[in-house]
């Protein structure tokens, strides 16, 4: 069920690590794609190290970043383990030189910085011959000869190792839930190759709440979980209720060497501004090398996000979605009192920043990270018709802030509106 603590957190941090951070390859999907062998991506597990890994510095960068909560996977598709689990032999515990369970200081140092604990589980196990036991529900098997990892492959299902597999899920996730301490959220990934009757979702939600009644639950459970998750295009309207939006900051989930394709800090805060616009979270992701090092420039990013929040704080937290854009051409929160509205201005204003539509008056404009008080106009207005006519802010001599500058506007009273089609003046 959903937690209050959630929709006010607005920023995560996602962390792909695992032993795809070794060979420049994509985590699981390329020898699912066969861009490398199985064999050969498992071999990766012979450089897996984690020999500089050090949560608290994690912490206390992702602190830095402005984060509330942090998701960390532990278990991708290619069912390597990073926690040690009585289950499975394939895990970092077990296969690799880091020798050692990851989850468990990955959680303590989390939980002691103050930030909320997330796992990443992947439901599917391409590694494992029991998950490929049986087909997508209504899946025809001349339809699957070629997929050796997900399914029979054209040969005959096995439904009882099929439950056996489902029965494997229930207790890793046990062993996540139980031995960590609280888990507040859990993020699953891999649904959509099988049914929710096939996963028995309805059952498996009753159980992961039997093991924490408050665990908040990603959407990737066939409609069974609490919020939805848009992946990497942003979206250009905010799914309904809760969402979270997550994204790399360069191509890719896990860490590249090759993957030189990093977003600017600039395009990274307007997209966190898109966010919050509509109404969501962003879980942002990075890639830790295989020895648990994060590279300098996705550092620099989460330093300067966490700058921009730290600049202007009051405009992310404890704010609701912001204006339609049919109101104000650019990004927005709105204080929850409804009594204080936050423009995000994106560009030099050449002369005035403009807002439409807003009925209540205002009693004061400041630039946020700077104190600096501005001058306002209408035109249009026509109080007798309740049309509030068009709000122009002075902003072109304002000084900016090197990311995203934004204007506090507060009002007379709570923000009110009109949506209406304009009027004819019948009287002068």
């Not at 794609?33 to 949560?55: R, V, W």
């Not at 959407?219 to 309904?240: A, C, K, N, V």
């Not at 405009?315 to 204080?335: E, F, N, P």
């Not at 005035?352 to 539509?357: A, M």
């Amino acid at each position: 069920m959903m937690q209050d603590w959630f929709p006010k957190a607005k920023l995560g941090i996602f962390i792909h690590y695992g032993i795809y951070a070794v060979g420049d390859v994509s985590e699981s999907w390329s020898f699912h794609n066969g861009q490398i062998s199985y064999e050969d991506y498992m071999k990766q597990c012979e450089g897996f190290t984690a020999s500089k890994y050090d949560p608290k510095k994690w912490a206390e960068l992702f602190k830095k970043a402005g984060a509330r909560y942090v998701v960390m996977t532990t278990k991708h598709h290619d069912g390597v383990a990073l926690f040690d689990t009585a289950y499975s032999d394939l895990s970092v515990v077990k296969k690799t030189p880091a020798g050692r369970d990851l989850v468990a200081p990955y959680t303590e140092a989390m939980r002691e910085a103050g930030l909320k604990v997330g796992l990443y589980y992947s439901l599917i196990d391409w590694s494992d011959y029991r998950y490929r036991s049986v087909y997508p529900e209504g899946g025809k098997p001349e339809d699957f000869t070629n997929d050796v990892f997900a399914t029979p492959a054209g040969g005959p299902e096995n439904p009882a190792l099929w439950e056996e597999f489902l029965e494997f899920n229930n207790n890793q996730l046990r062993e996540l839930m139980t031995k960590y301490g609280t888990i507040d959220l859990l993020w699953f990934d891999g649904d959509w190759e099988r049914s929710a009757a096939q996963w028995k979702m309805p059952e498996f939600r009753a159980y992961l709440h039997s093991l924490n009644p408050n665990v908040v639950l990603n959407s990737r459970m066939q409609g069974y979980g609490d919020y939805e998750t848009p992946e990497q295009g942003i979206p250009l309207i905010g799914p309904e209720g809760v969402w979270e939006f997550c994204t790399t900051i360069n191509d890719s989930w896990g860490y590249r060497p090759s993957d030189n394709d990093y977003k600017t800090s600039r395009q990274i805060v307007r997209m966190f501004c898109d966010c919050l616009t509509l109404g969501g979270n962003m879980l942002l992701d990075v890639g830790p090398k295989e020895d648990g090092t994060l590279d300098s420039r996705q550092e620099q990013v989460l330093l300067d996000l966490g700058g921009w929040i730290h600049d202007n704080e009051e405009a992310v937290y404890d704010t609701d979605k912001g204006l339609d854009y049919r109101h104000y051409l650019g990004g927005s929160t709105i204080s929850a009192d409804k009594k204080t509205l936050y423009l995000f201005v994106y560009d030099k204003p050449v002369e005035n920043v403009c807002v439409k539509g807003i009925k209540t008056p205002v009693k004061r404009i400041t630039v946020l990270h700077t104190g600096e008080e501005l001058t306002w106009s209408y035109t249009g207005s026509l109080p007798w018709s309740g049309i509030p006519g068009t709000l122009w802010i002075r902003a072109d001599q304002m000084k900016l802030h090197p990311m995203v500058t934004v204007l506090k506007v507060e009002l007379e009273g709570e923000v009110t509106y009109n949506l209406g089609h304009g009027e004819v003046i019948t009287q002068n």
